[in-house]
């Protein structure tokens, strides 16, 4: 995805929220949403779209999968963002 999309993803209170939980450790979607008292629908439906943006990865284990964070791409977004100064 490119770099629009992943600024459009981050963008979103509720996904800024969700991936500063999983800075913490993996999650599943279940205990994503009981911390921030969302529906699980409403959670997964913005965890497909953090997934889209290639900002976060799942892993299945045994019946629950888990989200976490993809580094390698914020690192990307940091290394754009120190580039517009010039240095």
């Known amino acids: 995805m490119g ?7 981050i963008s979103d209170p509720i996904r800024r929220q969700i991936l ?9 979607a279940g205990d994503i949403a009981d911390k921030i008292d969302l529906t699980n629908a409403t959670v997964s439906y913005h965890l497909s779209l953090l997934q889209k ?3 976060i990865e799942k892993r299945k284990e045994k019946n629950f999968i888990y989200y976490e964070l993809n580094l ?3 690192e990307d977004v ?7 100064g010039g240095k």
């Open 72 to 74: 390698s791409v914020f």
């Open 20 to 28: 500063e939980m999983l800075k913490k450790g993996a999650m599943s």
């Open 78 to 84: 940091l290394v754009w963002i120190q580039s517009l």
């Open 53 to 55: 943006a290639e900002l």
């Open 3 to 9: 770099m629009s999309e992943t600024l459009k993803a």
